[in-house]
T-cell receptor, first 114, second 116 residues
Framework: AQSVTQLGSHVSVSEGALVLLRCNYS??????LFWYVQYPNQGLQLLLK??????LVKGINGFEAEFKKSETSFHLTKPSAHMSDAAEYFC????????????FGEGTQLTVNP | DVKVTQSSRYLVKRTGEKVFLECVQD?????MFWYRQDPGLGLRLIYF???????EKGDIPEGYSVSREKKERFSLILESASTNQTSMYLC???????????????FGPGTRLTVL
């Protein structure tokens, strides 16, 4: 079975500052890792995903994440926050043993202050 | 663009009522999912389906059932609604093109259900 832990249910940054959202996973087999974003009153949409190959993954809206197997982490970063980045972010994991099922973390609410 | 639609954005029901939540996707996806979203708990999988008339229990299936009579439509049923089923319900779909675990899931806008 897989699991995900997101450190920090709320993160607040100033506009223009670095965004760092933390995600650690647990999986006994090679994981597939995802970050989804949920804007207010909307469903989730994919930001980026790691399947195999390059461990630094670039996504939409300037976000990127790095898969670090030794640290079992998949932290999400953006060099410069924008007001429009305010949303809830979810890390998720799947694996060959789980088929199409995703296991989600608890979510991190990002606030961007002017 | 993939579109996943849910029949209602907001729904208010009374305890004991039978509730139907409908989800339709327009991309001929094989897989469909129902999640429940609660603050601090993230998304939890209720049921999923990988083909017409096929269903699998997720992590929290108690008190729920599902129906998939057509490929594009996946229904979540609350046989007898209870107050602890007040929540946001999200539907998602994915294809099997990439083989399953790496497929992107596409989400609907959600139905916020309140059970009084």
């Amino acid at each position: 079975a897989q699991s995900v832990t997101q450190l920090g249910s709320h993160v607040s940054v100033s506009e223009g500052a670095l965004v760092l959202l933390r995600c650690n996973y647990s999986s006994s087999v090679p994981p597939y890792l995802f970050w989804y974003v949920q804007y207010p009153n909307q469903g989730l949409q994919l930001l980026l995903k790691y399947t195999t190959g390059a461990t630094l993954v670039k996504g939409i809206n300037g976000f990127e994440a790095e898969f670090k197997k030794s640290e079992t982490s998949f932290h999400l970063t953006k060099p410069s926050a924008h007001m429009s980045d305010a949303a809830e972010y979810f890390c998720a994991v799947s694996a060959e043993t789980s088929g199409s099922r995703l296991t989600f973390g608890e979510g991190t609410q990002l606030t961007v202050n002017p | 663009d993939v579109k996943v639609t849910q029949s209602s954005r907001y729904l208010v029901k009374r305890t004991g009522e039978k509730v139907f939540l409908e989800c339709v996707q327009d991309m001929d996806h094989e897989n469909m999912f129902w999640y429940r979203q609660d603050p601090g708990l993230g998304l939890r999988l209720i049921y999923f389906s990988y083909d017409v008339k096929m269903k699998e229990k997720g992590d929290i299936p108690e008190g729920y059932s599902v129906s998939r009579e057509k490929k594009e439509r996946f229904s979540l049923i609350l046989e007898s609604a209870s107050t602890n089923q007040t929540s946001m319900y999200l539907c998602a779909s994915s294809s099997n093109i990439a083989g399953g675990p790496s497929d992107t899931q596409y989400f609907g806008p959600g139905t916020r259900l309140t059970v009084l």
